[in-house]
């Protein structure tokens, strides 16, 4: 469950991000934040893995107050949230293969459980047979189903997705949006930053909207809305 409690987010220069937010989602649900371009939604997401801290205010994640968490125990959240970014950033010298087992090896898991792991994870995103090429052998689809297994290896309980098909043409982001909707199938909780209207309006998950700092619209089944980008 993720909680934020009167959480506002003020940077160094002064502009102040998120405004007084509180928010509940539930485990399990997935949940796309909205809104126009510099509304506060990636600071909103990076709160929630601790990327940025909230300047006041409560954030609880699965039990965790991330407001006073040690810094030597981020490691420990990240491992139970997954991220997915817009430009994927994966590690260009290492393999799909490697590239998933890497957040295995870094928790100190054994050989044996990291193929068996990476295999099943690569299968269920579908590029087993890619296991030994490098990012750069790999479309832009193919590198964002990388990163979403290697989001999901660890088998966290919440992925965070900012902007997930911002670099994806339609139809490969659709297939991306059904391989997260799998996901939050089995369980996971979803909360996807994104400008894609057409997705957005289609699925009919809960819509939460930002403007300036703040909630403006959180709706079951909720739609985009109308908002300009470039
Ligand atoms: N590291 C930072 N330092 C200072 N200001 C920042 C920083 N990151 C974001 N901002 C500012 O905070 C506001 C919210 O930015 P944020 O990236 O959260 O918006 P967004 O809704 O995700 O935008 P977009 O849809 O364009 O990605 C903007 O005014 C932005 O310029």
Same mark, same amino acid.
């Given at each position: 469950?993720?909680?934020?409690?009167?959480?506002?987010?003020? &940077?160094?220069n002064?502009?102040? +991000?998120?405004?007084?937010?509180?928010? *509940?989602?539930? *485990?399990?649900?997935?949940? &796309?934040v909205?809104?126009p371009?510099?509304?506060?939604?990636?600071?909103?997401?990076?709160?929630?893995?601790?990327?940025e801290?909230?300047?006041s205010?409560? !954030?609880?994640?699965?039990?965790?107050?991330?407001?006073?968490?040690?810094?030597? *125990?981020?490691?420990? /959240?990240?491992?139970?949230?997954? %991220?997915?970014?817009?430009?994927?950033?994966? /590690?260009?010298?290492?393999? %799909?293969?490697?590239?998933? +087992?890497?957040?295995?090896?870094?928790?100190?898991?054994?050989?044996?459980? !990291?193929?068996?792991?990476v295999?099943d994870? /690569?299968? /269920?995103?579908?590029? *087993?047979?890619?296991?030994?090429?490098?990012?750069?052998?790999?479309?832009g689809?193919?590198?964002?189903?990388?990163?979403?297994?290697?989001?999901?290896?660890?088998?966290?309980?919440?992925v965070?997705?900012?902007?997930?098909?911002?670099?994806?043409?339609?139809d490969?982001?659709?297939?991306?949006? &059904?391989?997260?909707?799998?996901i939050n199938n089995?369980?996971?909780?979803? %909360?996807? +930053?994104?400008?894609?209207?057409?997705?957005?309006?289609?699925?009919?998950?809960?819509?939460?909207?930002?403007?300036?700092?703040?909630?403006?619209?959180?709706?079951?089944?909720?739609?985009?809305?109308? &908002?300009?980008?470039?």
């Open positions: 469950m993720i909680e934020m409690t009167n959480v506002s987010k003020t &940077y160094p002064g502009v102040l +991000a998120v405004n007084n937010i509180n928010v *509940k989602i539930n *485990k399990g649900e997935f949940v &796309y909205v809104g371009s510099g509304a506060g939604k990636s600071t909103f997401t990076k709160m929630m893995y601790r990327e801290r909230p300047t205010g409560k !954030i609880i994640i699965n039990g965790t107050d991330l407001s006073t968490l040690k810094e030597s *125990k981020v490691p420990l /959240l990240r491992r139970n949230i997954g %991220v997915v970014f817009q430009d994927f950033r994966l /590690l260009p010298k290492l393999t %799909v293969f490697e590239n998933v +087992a890497f957040a295995l090896e870094v928790i100190g898991e054994n050989p044996r459980e !990291i193929k068996r792991k295999l994870i /690569l299968d /269920l995103v579908q590029l *087993k047979h890619k296991a030994r090429f490098f990012p750069d052998e790999l479309s689809g193919e590198q964002q189903r990388v990163s979403i297994a290697r989001s999901i290896v660890n088998n966290p309980g919440v965070i997705a900012d902007e997930p098909t911002g670099n994806l043409d339609p490969t982001s659709w297939e991306i949006m &059904y391989l997260f909707e799998e089995r369980g996971t909780t979803i %909360v996807m +930053a994104t400008h894609n209207k057409e997705i957005v309006n289609t699925m009919k998950k809960r819509v939460i909207a930002i403007e300036a700092g703040k909630i403006v619209r959180d709706e079951a089944r909720g739609e985009y809305g109308f &908002y300009e980008y470039d």
